[in-house]
């Protein structure tokens, strides 16, 4: 399955932070969520074979990485508190329409 | 800014009785899917209906898509107290590439 690390994590404003994710064999597409509390989840971005190819409605200092692996890295600079969400990483089939994908755990952020 | 609207945002029941969900989306969509989340965990797929299928069963879950009215159902029937969880739906919109749009969930909570 998907796996995220940490699970948890507590920062403070103005910091950096790299959340982890390793996908689901035979998976090479994956997307960023995040989840504020009580909410759904919101499209971060998608990577496809290391390649951003979509990004939803978040500032550039959101950033990612896919390794060839298809683990992948999202990065946030300059932490702010409404930052504070739990964050999925989900993978899924690339290039195939009507995939559904398969998410982790998620990781936990809390900025203070 | 989230696609989908759930109604209603919180369902509770009996064991035993039938529990529906609603969707309405606002974009023309290449498949509608519906999501389970167990408090503050991952999301986990249920079910993907195309925009060309009005209904489809899967177990005790039955959704509905009315393209033309922008909505979608999940029927859970025989309900048990395991399937109190978080329900979303999510679009994929045209030429989204399966980059998700989900609506603020409804809460369930089955009663023993």
């Known amino acids: 399955g998907v796996t995220q690390s940490p699970t948890h994590l507590i920062k403070t404003r103005g910091q950096q932070v790299t959340l982890r994710c390793s996908s689901q064999?035979?998976?090479?597409?994956v997307s960023w969520y995040q989840q504020a509390l009580g909410q759904g989840p919101q499209f971060i971005f998608q990577?496809?074979?290391?390649?951003?190819?979509g990004r939803g409605n978040f500032p550039p200092r959101f950033s990612g990485l896919q390794f060839p692996n298809d683990s992948s890295e999202l990065n946030v600079n300059a932490l702010e508190l409404d930052d504070s969400a739990l964050y999925l990483c989900?993978?899924?089939?690339?290039?195939?329409?009507?995939?559904?994908?398969?998410f982790g755990n998620g990781t936990r952020l809390t900025v203070t | 800014s989230q696609q989908g609207e759930e109604d209603p945002q919180a369902l509770s029941i009996q064991e035993g009785e039938n529990a529906t969900m609603n969707c309405s989306y606002k974009?023309?969509?290449?498949?509608l899917q519906w999501y389970r989340q167990n408090s503050g965990r991952g999301l986990v797929h249920l079910i993907l209906?195309?925009?060309?299928?009005r209904e489809k069963h899967s177990g005790r879950l039955r959704v509905t898509l009315d393209t033309s009215k922008k909505s979608s159902s999940l029927l859970i029937t025989a309900s048990r107290a395991a399937d109190t969880a978080s329900y979303f739906c999510?679009?994929?919109?045209?030429?989204?590439?399966?980059?998700?749009?989900f609506g603020g969930g409804t809460r369930l909570m089955v009663k023993p």
């Open positions: 989900a993978s899924s089939r690339g290039g195939a329409y009507n995939s559904p994908l398969h």
């Open positions: 064999s035979g998976h090479n597409t």
């Open positions: 990577y496809y074979r290391e390649e951003e190819n």
């Open positions: 974009t023309s969509i290449n498949n």
């Open positions: 209906i195309r925009s060309n299928e």
């Open positions: 999510a679009t994929d919109a045209n030429n989204a590439g399966n980059m998700l749009t």
